[in-house]
Structure formats: structure tokens, C-alpha cells
């Protein structure tokens, strides 16, 4: 599986901003997606992650109530919703996908490019 991160760019605090993952090579609908970030000089962590058919998701606590991963399986895309945005947001955020759900939170088989996303105050 391929995939491919964008959206990213400049915001103000309390905005908004949608990230896309396109994904390409196998079956798309088989694997649970996931979103994590990495700021400058810290780890990368999880973000959220959506199951195969869409109807499970779960959050980082960090995250939960502003951010909304979704997904369109016949577009071969997830997407990650983010509103009341925090300068605290601000990172490279990555796409993911494994076909475990429980897998794709720690060590997920497929990575995409980040794309970069600053929140300024």
C-alpha cells in the first residue's frame, strides 16, 4: 500500500484544517488507518485510528472531541478533521495502515509522507 499525505499548512489558533490520505496498491478496504504526528524534537505519537469499514474509531486523549478521522473506501482515502486547533498541534502529521486495527496504533505495516502542519497563536 501506498499512500500519500496532504492538506497540511498554516493555521491560527481555534482554526481549522482537513488532512487527506490517498492510498493506492492493494486493497484499500482491508486495512484500518490510522493518523500520528511528530513535533519537532519529541516522538512521534498516535493520533486516532479508524477501522476497515469506518464504523470504529478511537483518539488520543490529546485530540479527542476536535479531531474526526474519516474514510471513503471507494476513493481509496482517510481523512483527519481538525478543528479548534492548538499551537500544541502543530507537527508533521503522518498516515498509516496495517490490517490490524489494534496493530496499526504501534507499529503499523505502511507509512505515508508527512505533511506539516502549523498552528500559530
Known amino acids: 500500500v501506498q499512500l500519500q499525505a496532504s492538506g497540511g499548512g498554516l493555521v491560527q489558533a481555534g482554526g481549522s484544517l482537513r488532512l487527506s490520505c490517498a492510498a493506492s496498491g492493494r486493497t484499500f478496504s482491508a486495512y484500518a488507518m490510522a493518523w500520528f504526528r511528530q513535533a519537532a524534537g519529541k516522538e512521534r505519537e498516535f493520533v486516532g485510528v479508524i477501522s476497515w469499514s469506518g464504523d470504529s474509531t478511537y483518539y488520543a486523549a490529546s485530540v479527542k472531541g476536535r479531531f474526526t478521522i474519516s474514510r471513503d473506501n471507494a476513493k481509496n482515502a482517510v481523512y483527519l478533521q481538525m478543528n479548534n486547533l492548538k499551537p500544541e498541534d502543530t507537527a508533521v502529521y503522518y498516515c498509516?495502515?496495517?490490517?490490524?486495527?489494534?496493530?496499526?496504533?504501534?507499529?503499523?505495516?505502511?507509512w505515508g509522507q508527512g505533511t506539516l502542519v502549523t498552528v500559530s497563536s
Open positions: 498509516a495502515a496495517d490490517k490490524s486495527m489494534v496493530v496499526v496504533t504501534t507499529i503499523p505495516e505502511y
